[in-house]
């Protein structure tokens, strides 16, 4: 059974920081490209952050650049976001794909359900 959990949403202030979790189990996700996407209230879902599966490339979307970093651990994705402000505000949602241009492309195969991070100014 394939599984991505993620944790470590909750509410924080604006220039605070979060660190988001996802473990993945139920394929061999070491060799997949994980990443994440986040959806705002009345917004599109939105590409955020993704890795290779050796950790050696990462993306970001330009809005999080220099804020938010991606790392990860065998088949544990995390999302480092700092200096947080209310636009932050979404639900977060782990992804993982074979290839980095699932996530790139949006259309991961797996997706994770979600964790709320709410930024209040």
């Known amino acids: 059974q394939v599984q991505l959990v993620e944790s470590g949403g909750g509410l924080v202030q604006a220039g605070g920081s979060l660190r988001l979790s996802c473990a993945a189990s139920g394929r061999t996700f070491s060799s997949y490209a994980m990443g994440w996407f986040r959806q705002a209230p009345g917004k599109e879902r939105q590409f955020v952050a993704g890795?290779?599966?050796?950790?050696?490339r990462k993306y970001y979307a330009d809005s999080v650049k220099g804020r938010f970093t991606v790392s990860r651990d065998n088949a544990t994705v995390y999302l480092q976001m700092n200096s947080l402000a209310p636009e932050d505000t979404a639900v977060y949602y782990c992804a993982a794909d074979p290839q980095t241009r699932g996530l790139q492309i949006g259309s991961p195969a797996y997706w994770g359900q979600g964790t709320q991070v709410t930024v209040s100014s």
């Open positions: 890795i290779s599966w050796s950790g050696g």
